[in-house]
């Protein structure tokens, strides 16, 4: 599924050199866990490292999955950053202050330290889950896309797992032994997207061939029985 994905959008390419965003989660774990073993095939052609980026707000890398990166040879960095001190004075702290600055902090590192493709780990139901929240509140049809060139920035973001459904992703990280670590802290509000993630299951009862048929859906609009 990954490597459909990865050949699709041509996600990886001859002398790359990507930057993986690492939470410690299930998703970019897995995510990491791929790229480790597509580095081990004959003809790899790129580098990676994965980055945690670590604030105030959420724990270390659990050790066991910083033991799981030992033995998969991956290259792991971490940064630290202050989230809070960065906020203007009389803003308030959020869940969305708090990503905007890693994502922030990703693109600084990438360019700094020379790498031109940043992977996440979103996966096909956070995708699809996007959609019905862009469509539902902000009444467009949008999504977080597989691949997106940055304009102004040398940088291209990459998300492998686009055609990966999230309990794929559950079963094979609890097989291997890293399923349970989530972001706890108590600015989360993620109240949109947990409603949309429940819509989107509501919709598709689960089914994944329902799921790809949605995501294939975007791919082959017809405009002409459209309003
Ligand atoms: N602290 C972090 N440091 C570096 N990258 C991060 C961090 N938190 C999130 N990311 C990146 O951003 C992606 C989306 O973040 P989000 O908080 O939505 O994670 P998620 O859907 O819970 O996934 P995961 O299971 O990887 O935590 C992650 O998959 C990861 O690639």
Same mark, same amino acid.
């Not at 003809?43 to 604030?55: K, P």
């Not at 999230?166 to 108590?186: L, N, P, Q, S």
């Given at each position: 599924m990954i490597d459909k994905a990865v050949y699709d959008y041509s996600l990886i390419e001859k002398g790359d050199r990507i930057l993986i965003g690492a939470s410690g989660g299930k998703d970019s774990t897995a995510l990491i866990e791929y790229f480790a073993s597509r580095k081990l095939?004959?003809?790899?052609?790129?580098?990676?490292?994965?980055?945690?980026?670590?604030? *105030?707000? $959420? @724990?270390?890398?659990p050790e066991n999955i910083r033991m799981l990166f030992e033995k998969w040879n991956v290259d792991f960095k971490k940064i630290e950053i202050d989230v809070? @001190?960065? %906020?203007? *004075? $009389?803003?308030?702290?959020s869940c969305?202050?708090?990503?905007?600055?890693?994502?922030? =902090? !990703? %693109? +600084?590192?990438?360019? *700094?330290? @020379?790498? #031109?493709?940043?992977? %996440? $780990?979103?996966h096909l139901d956070d995708i699809l889950a996007t959609v019905i929240m862009n469509a539902l509140q902000k009444a467009e049809l949008s999504t977080m896309i597989p691949k997106l060139k940055l304009e102004n920035f040398p940088v291209t973001f990459i998300r492998p797992l686009c055609y990966t459904p =999230?309990? +794929?992703?559950? *079963?094979?990280?609890?097989? &291997? @032994?890293?399923? $349970?670590? &989530?972001? &706890?802290? &108590?600015f989360q509000d #993620?109240?949109?997207?947990?409603?949309?993630?429940?819509?989107?299951?509501? %919709?598709?009862?689960?089914?994944?061939? !329902?799921?790809?048929?949605?995501?294939n859906a975007l791919r082959k609009i017809k405009p002409e029985y459209l309003p």
């Open positions: 095939r004959k003809n790899s052609d790129f580098e990676f490292t994965a980055l945690h980026i670590q604030s *105030e707000f $959420g @724990g270390p890398i809070q @001190g960065r %906020l203007a *004075e $009389g803003k308030k702290m969305y202050w708090c990503s905007s600055q890693r994502r922030k =902090e !990703l %693109l +600084v590192y990438a360019k *700094e330290h @020379g790498y #031109n493709k940043i992977a %996440l $780990g979103h =999230e309990d +794929v992703i559950i *079963e094979h990280a609890k097989e &291997t @032994g890293y399923y $349970g670590f &989530t972001c &706890t802290c &108590t #993620n109240s949109a997207r947990k409603a949309a993630r429940k819509k989107l299951d509501y %919709l598709t009862d689960g089914d994944r061939i !329902l799921k790809e048929h949605l995501f």
